[in-house]
């Protein structure tokens, strides 16, 4: 991997107070290479994760009440940060590749990685507030998009649908089924709705680092690989009106519809328990 350098990386030692514990890329931006086996987590790692995943859910929380029309996407991160912060964890994006904010915000036909700046969100956006912590050694990662004031009935229709591809795709996970499971069931949600979906991102492992194996698709595929008690992955759908082709900014990060169209995420952090999933950010 590479440090993408279309925006300035950030001053870390600015912005987090030195008491916080940080992850391996905090301060050179570079991420560790991936190990090329999937972890198995033990009861010790799956509690720490669960608190990682708790601390996510409720900072994303938080970013659903901050989400008005004439809210610039930078005082949303400004929040988040200092809320992460003041719960003892390190925001997970930050530097990491030199990504230069605490949280990723994607507006309307924003795909992924949205970079928050002075941009005010309008009446009728939609917005994906994307959090991701490092507590305690541990990554917790989730994400949902969020309506801004009046939105028409295709842009709530795309949000709910979206939702309810992740839900779906969680309730078919259990040790022995096969992850490409996970884009059969949210690809034949898309069809049924008339949506695209992102093949550019996937859901991921996570855990001790913010990425890892298993690699999860959202596509229709045919990846091989099972789900076993003890991993820990991320699943997060992204639908499209349109193509779901992106477009990357000169900033190497914000990912566009190539048509204009809107895009929506939802994402959580799982483990696969003895008989089926628990969302560790639900």
């Not at 096969?178 to 690809?187: A, E, F, R, V």
């Not at 698709?217 to 349109?242: A, K, L, R, S, V």
């Not at 000169?250 to 952090?269: I, M």
């Amino acid at each position: 991997m590479s440090l993408k350098l279309g925006v300035t990386p950030p001053d870390v030692d600015s912005l987090v107070p030195p008491h916080i514990l940080r992850p391996s890329y905090a301060a050179r931006g570079e991420p560790s290479e991936w190990a090329s086996g999937i972890p198995i987590n033990t009861p010790e790692t799956i509690q720490k994760a669960r608190k990682a995943g708790q601390l996510a859910k409720k900072i994303l929380e938080l970013g659903g009440t901050l989400v008005k029309a004439g809210v610039s996407t930078d005082e949303i991160d400004r929040v988040l940060h200092e809320a992460i912060i003041a719960n003892g964890a390190y925001p997970s994006p930050l530097n990491y590749m030199g990504f230069p904010k605490s949280v990723c915000t994607s507006v309307s036909n924003v795909i992924a990685h949205g970079i928050p700046d002075s941009r005010r969100l309008e009446d009728g956006d939609i917005i994906n507030i994307d959090i991701t912590v490092f507590l305690d050694g541990f990554h917790g990662d989730t994400s949902a998009t969020f309506l801004v004031g009046n939105v028409d009935e295709a842009g709530v229709a795309l949000v709910e649908r979206t939702k309810e591809a992740l839900d779906q795709a969680i309730a078919i996970c259990a040790p022995g089924v096969p992850l490409n499971n996970i884009g059969k069931t949210i690809q034949a949600l898309a069809d049924k709705y008339g949506y695209s979906v992102s093949e550019q991102f996937s859901g991921h492992g996570i855990g001790k680092e913010f990425h890892c194996l298993p690699l999860i698709y959202h596509h229709d595929n045919d990846e091989d690989g099972t789900m076993e008690e003890g991993m820990i992955f991320t699943i997060e759908p992204m639908f499209c009106q349109g193509t779901a082709v992106g477009v990357q900014w000169p900033d190497k990060w914000t990912v566009t519809t190539a048509d204009g169209g809107r895009s929506a995420q939802f994402e959580h952090t799982i483990l696969i328990t003895a008989d089926g999933a628990e969302k560790l950010t639900g």
